[in-house]
């Protein structure tokens, strides 16, 4: 399958370089954010955007230029662990898979950090599962 695109980002720092102003302003925003709440993160290009890192796969950041993400404007903040993963200790409500924005403006910030910060959570409890396996 070929890259619909036709560009090949080599690395976060050229994606953002090829951003459109208005998404970039967007993407550095939730990426300032998403780097406060995981300081030990991993940042990889996965499909020629950001994907964050701990254990597996957490979250990423899809911006509307990057068309095959199905984000026709704004930017795209999705979870890559559904609400599922989450036991009854955990409050679902509030869990979303994606979040799209158009503007910094639209951004609850308390909320999201809760959100990543739930995210984690289900890693946490991912790689304690996978461990409890193989002992």
Excluded at 7 to 23: A, G, R, T, Y
Excluded at 38 to 44: F, N, V
Aim: hydrophobic letters at 40%.
């Amino acid at each position: 399958m070929g890259n619909p695109q036709g560009i090949q980002f080599k690395s976060v720092d050229e994606f953002l370089d090829n951003l459109p102003e208005k998404e970039l302003e967007i993407v550095l925003f939730l990426r300032k954010i998403i780097l406060e709440c995981m300081p030990d993160l991993k940042e990889k290009l996965a499909y020629n955007v950001p994907f964050y890192y701990r254990h597996s796969r957490i979250c990423y950041i899809w911006p509307a230029s990057v068309p095959w993400g199905k984000v026709e404007k704004g930017v795209a903040i999705g979870f890559c662990k559904s609400a599922s993963f989450l036991d009854q200790t955990f409050e679902t409500t509030n869990f979303s898979s994606k979040s799209l924005f158009s503007s910094i403006k639209e951004i609850d910030v308390v909320n999201l950090k809760q959100q990543i910060h739930k995210a984690i959570l289900i890693d946490e409890q991912i790689v304690k599962a996978r461990r409890r396996k193989i002992q």
